[in-house]
């Protein structure tokens, strides 16, 4: 079963950040917390991981607490493109080890 | 070069019928995975293979088989298909290390009439 909680939808205008949580209490000390998303019907793509400290790419940012128990994702300017179900996956990075998915985070950004 | 490829994309077929699907990676990883996803979105974990080696295997009805050639390829083959089956199937890979991420296939939709 998956170890988050992410609410079941969302809505963003067209240019505003969306701002995803996701909790996690049960995580632990050797499990990263992973952001993946699906569009439409493709393959789930990556968009960032982390461990403890916050990340940044050009996709999005991921802002863990120091607790760890939770997380956020942030799309600093969401577009049409963005629409899409947003994972929160937590994992070791133990070789072999299989992504869980729960039922994410619909996203849906209008203009 | 598509990085996690499965063929085919589109697999219409009757009840009853042996199907494969073939799943092929280039980058270099040493696990691979055969996700589910039916016809309520839930994305679910089938196998995982790690060097060849099966170390994940749900439950699936046996009439689903994959097989590991070698380490850039896993294949699943269903028997008897039903038409329960129909869904969209995902092969996936990992790698190790400090750059350990998986990387997905864009899917096979497989219809049973």
């Known amino acids: 079963d998956a170890k988050t909680t992410q609410p079941t939808s969302m809505d963003c205008a067209e240019g505003r950040a969306a701002n995803l949580p996701c909790n996690h209490s049960t995580i632990s000390g050797n499990e990263y917390v992973y952001w993946y998303r699906q569009i439409h019907s493709q393959g789930p793509q990556y968009i960032i991981h982390g461990l403890k400290n916050n990340e940044t790419n050009e996709m999005a940012s991921l802002i863990i607490t120091e607790d760890r128990k939770s997380s956020t994702l942030i799309l600093p300017h969401a577009t049409l493109r963005d629409t899409a179900v947003y994972y929160c996956i937590v994992t070791t990075n133990q070789a072999g080890t299989a992504l869980i998915f729960g039922k994410g985070t619909t996203l849906s950004v209008s203009s | 070069d598509t990085a996690v490829s499965q063929t085919p994309k589109y697999l219409v077929t009757q009840m009853g019928n042996d199907k494969s699907i073939k799943c092929e990676q280039n980058?270099?990883?040493?696990?691979m995975y055969w996700y589910k996803q039916d016809s309520k979105k839930f994305l679910k974990i089938m196998f995982s293979?790690?060097?060849?080696?099966?170390?994940i295997n749900e439950t699936v009805p046996n009439r689903f088989s994959p097989k590991s050639p070698d380490k850039a390829h896993l294949n699943l083959h269903i028997n008897s298909l039903e038409l329960g089956d129909s869904a969209v199937y995902f092969c996936?890979?990992?790698?190790?290390?400090?750059?350990?991420?998986?990387?997905f296939g864009s899917g096979t939709r497989l219809t049973v009439v």
């Open positions: 980058l270099g990883h040493d696990t």
């Open positions: 293979y790690n060097n060849k080696e099966l170390i």
């Open positions: 996936a890979s990992s790698g190790a290390g400090r750059n350990y991420g998986y990387t």
